[in-house]
């Protein structure tokens, strides 16, 4: 069975076919670098981690880009705040960005553009964007005219008379319509840079779009982030990408829900937030699973109990994984043989659009496989399961936090397990205690 993904752009599911049969190009919006993220910020960053992760076990190159936001209102607000500059600001909050998503187990992209190093391309894209007519100067100010896009809405599902209704329409607007959006904003506070429309930065909107062109140079693959960026952002981004080059900036648009927090939506301004920085290590790994097991498309209430759930899961898979591999290493009966059907299985349902709840089903079930191999010595069976839990495991970035034992340690346990097998329990207790000691059992 091909993948098959939801695509926010048809509103369907679709079978996964890139533009090259073995390259999958994918974006993803990124932080715009102000303040610490907390787990609702690490959620998208959690999934097309796992994504990535996915497509490269199904055999394809993957592209990964995302981007860092270091020109913002927000960051020349907390640099004002904090009597710092804008590049200090940004380079604090992006140094502690990467600690935090390295803590929930997801690793670097693979292109990380910044948007302060685009803006001569930002500038050349907006000045044809006027060229074409569908931007337009008011007192220094850039806008693009969205009446020109007429399927404007397409991500979104709304039309521009459904859009525009509701739009409370100032007196002296000087936009052409309420729904024009900035590409380019005058200004004379903060960071800003010369154009021949004066002093300024550009639009939010603008940034992604160019950079994904700089990067990529067509119509990419995956264009990802979160549900609350499909409108404006995302809807922007294509409407820019159609004036210019007549495409949709991407094939297939992915979003992610949020995180709420005991049934509120999770917001810095309002202080309801648990920051990444704050969790332990051991926390990190239990909000990843939470992540990585729920449904990307719906909404998380997190909660202390859903928390404590997903702990004593994450207990039950470290502790089977350690007494099997303990136990394999000990009679010297690992291999690398991979239980085809289990993984088949979790293919059929990673690719019915990531359908992560059969996948926890799977797992559980053979989880009790595993034990009973265990209690009957079918180390055949048991490393070819364990192998293929395993593999599922670092495609998921679940870190089981269990090593290989060295000669030393791995001495050290046989001798506790032969004077068990002897019940000579005085001597067991003493390796025990060693193993204990070194974090082994």
């Not at 397990?417 to 000691?437: G, P, Q, W």
């Amino acid at each position: 069975m091909s993948l098959m993904i939801y695509n926010g752009l048809t509103n369907k599911i679709e079978e996964f076919i890139p533009h090259k049969d073995n390259v999958v190009n994918m974006y993803v919006c990124g932080p715009t670098v102000y303040n610490y993220i907390h787990i609702g910020n690490a959620r998208p960053v959690i999934f097309y981690d796992m994504m990535k992760n996915y497509l490269e076990f199904l055999g394809y190159k993957v592209n990964y880009a995302s981007n860092i936001t270091d020109v913002d209102d927000r960051i020349i607000n907390k640099a004002f705040e904090e009597k710092i500059t804008e590049a200090e600001i940004t380079k604090k909050y992006e140094e502690q960005f990467f600690k935090d998503t390295q803590k929930v187990g997801s690793n670097k992209p693979d292109f990380i553009p910044h948007a302060t190093e685009y803006i001569d391309d930002m500038l050349n894209f907006i000045g044809e964007l006027e060229n074409k007519g569908y931007a337009y100067s008011v007192d220094g100010d850039l806008y693009f005219r969205i009446h020109k896009i007429k399927d404007y809405g397409i991500l979104s599902n709304q039309v521009q008379e459904d859009l525009n209704q509701g739009v409370r329409i100032k007196v002296l607007d000087k936009k052409e319509n309420p729904l024009d959006f900035t590409l380019w904003k005058s200004t004379t506070k903060g960071l800003k840079w010369d154009s021949k429309y004066g002093a300024g930065r550009p639009g939010w909107h603008t940034e992604c779009v160019v950079m994904n062109h700089k990067i990529f140079g067509d119509q990419i693959d995956i264009h990802g982030g979160g549900m609350d960026l499909k409108f404006p952002h995302h809807e922007n981004e294509i409407a820019q990408a159609k004036a210019m080059y007549n495409h949709n900036l991407a094939k297939y648009w992915v979003h992610v829900g949020r995180l709420d927090l005991d049934s509120e939506k999770m917001s810095k301004s309002l202080g309801n937030v648990i920051l990444v920085k704050d969790l332990t290590e051991d926390e990190a790994i239990i909000i990843r699973m939470i992540i990585i097991f729920s449904p990307y498309r719906s909404n998380i209430n997190y909660s202390v109990d859903l928390f404590n759930q997903y702990k004593k899961e994450y207990e039950k898979y470290r502790r089977i994984y350690l007494s099997s591999i303990r136990e394999l290493q000990y009679m010297n009966n690992l291999n690398q043989e991979l239980d085809i059907e289990f993984i088949d299985k979790f293919i059929e349902f990673m690719n019915q659009d990531f359908n992560v709840q059969n996948v926890m089903t799977l797992i559980n079930d053979n989880i009790k496989i595993m034990n009973q191999a265990l209690r009957n010595k079918e180390y055949d069976l048991l490393s070819s399961k364990l192998n293929a839990f395993k593999k599922i495991m670092d495609i998921f970035g679940l870190n089981l936090k269990v090593e290989l034992l060295n000669q030393e340690d791995l001495t050290i346990y046989k001798n506790w397990m032969n004077a068990r097998n002897n019940k000579d329990f005085t001597l067991a207790d003493s390796y025990r205690i060693d193993l204990a000691n070194r974090d082994l059992i």
